[in-house]
């Protein structure tokens, strides 16, 4: 069953340094998002991404972030500088289609980062 | 805006116990869908339902079932019969569906041990 991957499973790096988190979202899917997941609470929103542009985004989306899709199959996150805060679970996910026809977002495993 | 509340942080139960786990809901949109995921301690997110704002049919699978009640804004769901390996975090979501962007959002999550 296709499935999407993300890499690394577990990044650490240090405040103020620059990250890039990959995603390969499943292939015939068109849109695709990032979620995060700070330690112990909720899934948030981040941004989503369609035809190589922004879709929507969130309030904690600011432009300390960004997202790129490089080639035909990888979806990144970026994180020019990161703070301690941004030290959570990051979850790419990719859905065929959003809208009326809705089918469920496939998330991936998740990238833990831990910013020191 | 759209809000989704677990109301229940952290629920015990000892194995063959059924057990309830709650979700109620706030959008203005008129169509929607809902979702359950699973988030095992090793951190995935497992889907386990999606049920669209048309359909009030109740759903079952396996120990798994579901009870959408669209006039209380309620998707709660029940495993019957619970097992040790039933113990993970419970995330409901929401989702417009009259959206491309089609982002969800999460529950606080419910935390459901299962003791032997």
């Known amino acids: 069953e296709p499935e999407v991957t993300q890499t690394p499973s577990h990044q650490v790096t240090q405040m103020g340094q620059e990250v890039i988190l990959r995603c390969v979202p499943i292939s015939n899917h068109l849109y695709f998002y990032w979620y995060r997941q700070i330690l112990g609470q909720k899934v948030e929103f981040l941004v989503s991404f369609y035809n190589n542009e922004i879709s929507e985004k969130s309030e904690i989306f600011d432009d300390q972030f960004s997202v790129e899709r490089p080639d035909g199959s990888n979806f990144t996150l970026k994180i020019r500088s990161t703070k301690l805060e941004d030290s959570a679970m990051y979850f790419c996910?990719?859905?065929?289609?959003?809208?009326?026809?809705?089918?469920?977002?496939?998330f991936g495993p998740g990238t833990r980062l831990t910013v020191t | 805006a759209q809000k989704v509340t677990q109301a229940q942080t952290e629920i015990s139960v000892v194995e063959k116990e059924d057990v309830t786990l709650d979700c109620v809901y706030e959008t203005r949109d008129t169509t929607y869908y809902l979702f359950w995921y699973k988030q095992p301690p090793s951190g995935e997110l497992v889907f386990l339902i999606r049920?669209?704002?048309?359909?009030?049919q109740n759903e079952i699978s396996g120990r798994y079932s579901w009870n959408f009640q669209k006039s209380t804004s309620s998707f709660n769901f029940t495993i019957t019969a619970s097992q040790v390996v039933d113990s993970a975090v419970y995330f409901c979501a929401l989702r417009p569906s009259n959206t491309n962007a089609g982002k969800s959002t999460f529950g606080d999550g419910t935390t459901l041990t299962v003791k032997p």
């Open positions: 049920r669209n704002s048309f359909d009030e």
């Open positions: 996910a990719s859905s065929e289609s959003a809208g009326q026809g809705a089918y469920e977002q496939y």
